[in-house]
């Protein structure tokens, strides 16, 4: 991952190169940003550049072997560190690490902008807690504590830090205070509100906006084959999370839009045995299927809420959405529409955190239904 593989963000990877290129790196930072930010991209693209022998103004060089090491995540002096569900099975601790190591570093070239659920699901850890092991802070210790391989400096990402055993978080205060000599740390967090506020006071902080709506379009110019119309919807939709505008690029709006006419008249007609079968159906899409609907729903709820209002359409809907907003703004009230987006929005939450799908829809199909019909 290099700089020029991360779209935007111009100003903050110019002033991450200034300070590299001046020698005035801190020697941890905490990448922090928002769920759906480009945090990890630019800390490793950050890491390539800190290692790259014929640094460029803009970017790190791409051809020297420390470069062609961190394109391909094996240089032996970038460590990660990342939670992991407990899927030992019979394996020993060795065999055990290097697998989880390989699987990471597949993760990272096949879903560069990957949050945390498509991580644990991309080696069938998604039904357990992922966690960083309390174990692991006397890794990252043994680690530090030899010579770099072949860079002249060594850096430690440790991706979600907030995912960290206390007793792990604890055991590295110390290191990350006083890393040893040309050791650099960079944490990449989504949630610094749930670091040791100990952890926190030793970091630098660079914090990374989601992507504007301008970088995200341009981007999705550069991709083959989306009309400018889906483009600027997803734009919309996507509200700078390039991962999103990903999974909304993959799914068939059409068909979303479908499910969720079904979905909504189930919920006011209180069908529940409807509702239990639409839950299963749900369960079965993969979790970037299961967010896009979410998402399309609060697409769908804000339309209405516009129509409710008497204001334009953002989206100009096609034909079927118009008559879906139209009856669905019968049923709806701006309260009831507040009260839904929440209850979506907690959904969404739960999701991601790898609760059981079936569970989540179900809930939320019966209080959706009890919103509607109070
Ligand atoms: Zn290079």
């Given at each position: 991952m290099r700089f020029s593989d991360i779209p935007g963000l111009t100003e903050i990877k110019q002033r991450l190169i200034r300070s590299a290129k001046g020698g005035k790196i801190a020697h941890a930072q905490l990448f922090m940003g928002r769920e759906g930010a480009l945090n990890l991209p630019l800390a490793i693209a950050y890491a390539?550049?800190?290692?790259c022998a014929k640094r460029g103004e803009q970017d790190a060089c791409g051809e020297c072997p420390a470069c062609t090491k961190n394109v391909k995540y094996i240089h032996p002096d970038t460590h990660f560190v990342f939670?992991?569900?407990?899927?030992?099975?019979?394996?020993?601790?060795?065999?055990f690490r290097?697998?989880?190591?390989k699987s990471w570093r597949r993760f990272l070239l096949e879903?560069?902008?990957g949050n945390l659920s498509d991580w644990t699901s991309s080696y069938g850890g998604e039904d357990k807690q992922a966690i960083i092991s309390k174990d692991e802070s006397r890794e990252i210790i043994k680690t530090l504590s030899l010579k770099p391989f072949e860079s002249p400096i060594?850096?430690?990402?440790?991706w979600q830090p907030e995912y960290m055993h206390p007793s792990a978080a604890n055991g590295i205060l110390k290191i990350v205070e006083e890393p040893p000599p040309s050791t650099f740390f960079l944490l990449v967090s989504n949630n610094p509100e749930r670091l040791l506020p100990t952890t926190l006071s030793r970091t630098q902080q660079v914090i990374v906006p989601m992507l504007s709506d301008d970088e995200l379009e341009q981007y999705l110019a550069g991709l083959p084959g989306l009309e400018e119309k889906k483009r600027t919807k997803i734009v919309i939709e996507a509200e700078g999370n390039l991962r999103l505008a990903q999974a909304l690029i993959e799914s068939d709006?059409?068909?979303?839009?479908?499910?969720?006419?079904v979905w909504m008249r189930t919920c006011f007609k209180r069908d529940y045995p409807q509702m239990i079968t639409m839950a299963e159906e749900f369960h079965e899409f993969d979790k970037l299927q299961q967010q896009a609907l979410l998402h399309y729903t609060l697409?769908?709820?804000r339309e209405t809420l516009l129509a409710l209002s008497g204001a334009d359409t953002i989206l100009r809907s096609r034909n079927g959405e118009q008559k879906f907003v139209q009856d669905f703004s019968k049923v709806m009230t701006v309260n009831r529409i507040e009260k839904t987006n929440q209850l979506v929005t907690e959904a969404s939450y739960h999701l991601e955190r790898n609760g059981s799908a079936k569970m989540i829809f179900l809930d939320l199909s019966l209080n959706v239904s009890k919103v509607m019909n109070s």
């Open positions: 390539t550049y800190l290692h939670p992991i569900s407990n899927v030992k099975g019979d394996k020993d601790e060795d065999r290097a697998d989880i190591h879903q560069p902008f060594k850096v430690m990402i440790i709006e059409e068909d979303h839009h479908e499910r969720l006419a697409t769908m709820m």
